[in-house]
């Protein structure tokens, strides 16, 4: 068994590759992401970062290789609950609020325990625009309700697409801050970013894609 398929990996992948009209747009790619862990994924735009990440989360289907987690082949309806994606579409309805999109989020996958919406759109700044509708608010209050869904959904993988774009030097202090709990507190996570990101506390392992 090799190390990106051991069973201390929470998740893994063994040769993945990603075609685009036969040409490869990365791959084949190995890695390992475990508990505690932030792996950030680096490259020029064009590179692959968001293509990874829509094949992890299952929105697009590798041509070649594996996922796995925690050691065996990745099952998406086992995985289900277990993987949250933060993309540059945030996912969030806008006619509704901040707090009915969170809601929303927990009928799909369930809450952690001791926090309520409105506790995880005050640690992330929203206090007073919890009923406002989403499409009245700024690019960087959009991104926080999405980060909001963080801190609520008990997933233990979290896949950030860019999630420092649209915030200011507090909102990037914030993301730091919320990955760095997640792992602390036995998660993990897979970063992307095509720019220079400084964490709080120590260094991300870095996964390096090519053009």
Request: proline fraction near 5%.
């Amino acid at each position: 068994m090799t190390a990106e398929n051991s069973p201390s990996a929470l998740l893994a992948a063994r040769d993945l590759t990603f075609l685009r009209q036969d040409e490869p747009v990365f791959g084949p790619l190995d890695f390992a992401l475990r508990a505690g862990e932030v792996v950030l994924v680096e490259g020029d735009n064009g590179s692959g970062k968001t293509t990874l990440m829509r094949v992890v989360v299952g929105l697009l289907h590798a041509d070649e290789g594996t996922l796995y987690l925690d050691g065996a082949p990745l099952d998406r309806d086992l995985a289900r609950g277990r993987l949250l994606f933060l993309a540059h579409h945030l996912g969030l309805k806008a006619d509704l609020s901040p707090l009915e999109n969170l809601r929303i989020a927990i009928g799909l996958y369930g809450c952690r325990e001791a926090i309520t919406p409105q506790q995880a759109l005050h640690t992330v700044g929203l206090q007073g625009y919890e009923h406002e509708p989403v499409r009245q608010l700024s690019a960087g209050q959009k991104k926080r309700s999405a980060l909001a869904r963080l801190l609520l959904v008990p997933a233990d993988i979290w896949l950030l697409d860019e999630p420092f774009a649209n915030l200011d030097r507090e909102g990037i202090a914030l993301v730091n801050r919320l990955i760095e709990r997640h792992v602390a507190e036995g998660g993990a996570a897979m970063v992307t970013s095509h720019g220079a990101v400084t964490f709080l506390h120590g260094e991300p392992r870095r996964l390096r894609l090519s053009a």
